[in-house]
Structures are given as C-alpha cells and as structure tokens.
C-alpha cells in the first residue's frame, strides 16, 4: 500500500487532492502502522515542502479527525505544524 500512497503524493495533479486529503485524515491509524511512510511520505508533504496545495490538501483531511500522540510528535509532527504555520490566514 505504501506504494500505492505514494504516489498519490508524489503526483502534484489537482484530480489527486481527494486522495491526498483522505491520506491526511487517516494519519492517525497510518502513523502507528507504517511509521517509516509517514516519517518520509506524509509529513514532508504537510510540511508544504512541495507547495501549499498539496500541503493544504493534506491539511484539510486531517483537521477533520486530527489526533496526536506523543510518537508522532517525537518523529517531527511538530516541526511540520510549525513549517505549515506561515501558510495559515491571520
């Protein structure tokens, strides 16, 4: 599957920001089950490395059933949160 999830994110297509969004709102059940993935695939995403959209296609998946726990958090979770920071309104 990782395969698969990547490259939804490694495409920058527009038809894939549903997918995308989906990978972000289910980071809470991926994290715990293929840690490596998130750690290279989802979280230098959010991080808007790539641009905002993508970055903001996650984001928008996983505010709708965000969760963190301390390993996430551990792996560089609050270092995308922060990165992504300058991108928000406000």
């Known amino acids: 599957m990782a395969a698969?999830?990547?490259?939804?994110?490694?495409?920058?297509?527009?038809?894939?920001?549903?997918p995308r969004a989906v990978l972000g709102?289910?980071?809470?059940?991926l994290f715990?089950?293929?840690e490596e993935f998130c750690v290279?695939?989802?979280l230098p995403v959010m991080s808007s490395a790539r641009g905002t959209k993508p970055a903001l296609q996650v984001w928008s998946g996983y505010l709708y059933s965000a969760r963190i726990d301390l390993r996430i958090l551990e792996r560089?979770?609050?270092d995308v949160v922060l990165s992504f920071r300058s991108h928000l309104p406000g």
């Open 32 to 34: 715990p089950a293929d």
């Open 76 to 78: 560089g979770f609050a």
């Open 40 to 42: 290279t695939k989802l």
């Open 4 to 18: 698969r999830f990547s490259r939804v994110l490694d495409d920058d297509r527009d038809s894939l920001g549903g």
């Open 25 to 29: 709102s289910e980071l809470r059940f």
